[in-house]
């Protein structure tokens, strides 16, 4: 979705009360528009209204977990902390373990260019959405981590921010 528009059909889904975001804050990070990452997120987490996030940041290896319970569309902490977030270091994508994660979705904000390690993650079954606003990503290994989980590929060089929010509220039908 958003990819290559390969995308069967849809149905509206039940929003989750809990989401971990995966954050990539290596220093490829810096070339995405983390600006509109920032605008899905938020504009995604404020038609929820109120849920749990749990934020992983990660580079080579994973940083560790903050979690912010947003009440009523309040997102201004955590994006806020996202706006203080350094960005370096290589990408390891093997350092993810989405098995450790309890929640409804995993929401992965990153290019998938994996450098260092292992090069891919160990997926759960947890419905997994990939964005991407990186023109040089792993366009194909998103699209397969989004069919394997359930989850969306959103492809943010190819779509409007308010298109992204369409797709984050539908669930595919593969």
């Known amino acids: 979705i958003g990819g290559n528009n390969n ?3 849809a149905k509206k889904k039940k929003l989750p009360k809990k989401i971990t975001v995966i954050w990539d804050a290596s220093w490829s990070g810096l070339k995405r528009d983390l600006q509109k990452e920032k605008r899905v997120l938020k504009n995604y987490l404020k038609t929820i209204g109120t849920v749990t996030v749990d934020l992983v940041v990660f580079r080579n290896k994973v940083s560790g977990k903050k979690t912010f319970r947003i009440y009523n569309g309040r997102v201004q902490k955590l ?5 203080s977030i350094e960005y370096d270091g290589a990408t390891s994508l093997g350092s993810l373990n989405f098995k450790k994660y309890r929640s409804k979705e ?4 990153s290019d998938g260019i994996s450098n260092f390690g292992a090069p891919y993650i160990t997926l759960s079954n947890i419905p997994v959405i990939c964005i991407n606003s990186n023109i040089s990503a792993e366009h194909s290994y998103f699209q397969y981590v989004a069919q394997k ?5 959103i492809n943010l060089n190819s779509i409007t921010a308010k298109h992204a929010l369409k797709l984050l509220l539908q669930s595919p039908l593969y």
């Open 7 to 9: 995308f069967i059909m």
């Open 79 to 83: 994006l806020s902390y996202i706006d």
């Open 149 to 153: 989980t359930g989850g969306l590929y």
């Open 106 to 109: 995993i929401l992965l904000f």
